[in-house]
């Protein structure tokens, strides 16, 4: 099935530099989640949006169910080189869900 | 660790073969997630089983079958290997039928020669 389309593919950044990352898709989606993957783990729940509009944030972490739901974003603030890893967005309705490619950040103290 | 547990960890097998990946989930957790993460196809969703039986259905092909046990552990067979079969196979469990909260095992890596 047709995936959701995430951007950027990848990013380098300074340490202490804000990141933000987004998905888009062609459908509507009741869920939004952003999961982090590290190497040879399995992916982590960052953040789970229930709502159109919704807001939330985890630490330094912010995500936002775009009013459309058809889109949302992750937001990481001043980053630290642990945020390494691979980041990807899941949307869900009605028994499927649907995943990004994943945007694999890279820190740089 | 998410208190899932997969076995094994590395799986090499020749193409034509049949295997089988097992996934305990959290204790608790009544539904168990299949997931293929391959390079060019990214995160894809298999198959969900919630307290014994199939919940939902996603891209999994007639070659590969799940099912869940009464003891809640989960197999995922895979039959008549193919080269492209070769992935990162994830199961991931949560307390309800919803996969909103989802916990992820470690993976078992599947490579088909």
């Not at chain 1, 912010?62 to 459309?68: E, L, R, S």
């Not at chain 2, 199961?91 to 088909?112: H, I, K, N």
Request: proline share 5%; charged share 15%; with cysteine.
């Amino acid at each position: 099935g047709q995936q959701l389309n995430q951007s950027p593919q990848s990013m380098f950044i300074q340490e202490g530099e804000d990141v933000s990352m987004n998905c888009t898709s062609s459908s509507i989606f009741n869920t939004w989640l952003w999961y982090k993957q590290d190497p040879g783990e399995g992916p982590v729940l960052l953040i789970a949006l229930y709502k159109a509009g919704e807001l939330t944030s985890n630490g330094r972490l912010t995500a936002q169910f775009g009013i459309t739901r058809k889109d949302s974003f992750l937001n990481i603030s001043a980053s630290i080189p642990s945020d390494v890893g691979i980041y990807f967005c899941a949307g869900y309705n009605n028994n499927d869900m649907r995943f990004g490619a994943g945007t694999r950040l890279t820190v740089k103290p | 660790d998410s208190g899932v547990t997969q076995t094994p960890k590395h799986l090499i097998t020749a193409t034509g073969q049949r295997v089988t990946l097992r996934c305990s989930p959290r204790s608790g957790d009544l539904s168990v997630y299949w997931y293929q993460q391959s390079l060019d196809q990214g995160l894809q969703f298999l198959i969900q089983y919630y307290n014994g039986e199939e919940r939902a259905k996603g891209n999994i092909l007639e070659r590969f079958s799940a099912q869940q046990f009464p003891d809640l552990h989960s197999e995922l067979n895979l039959s008549s290997l193919e080269l492209g079969d070769s992935a990162l196979y994830f199961c991931a469990s949560s307390v309800g039928s919803l996969p909103y909260e989802q916990y992820f095992g470690p993976g078992t890596r599947l490579t088909v020669t």
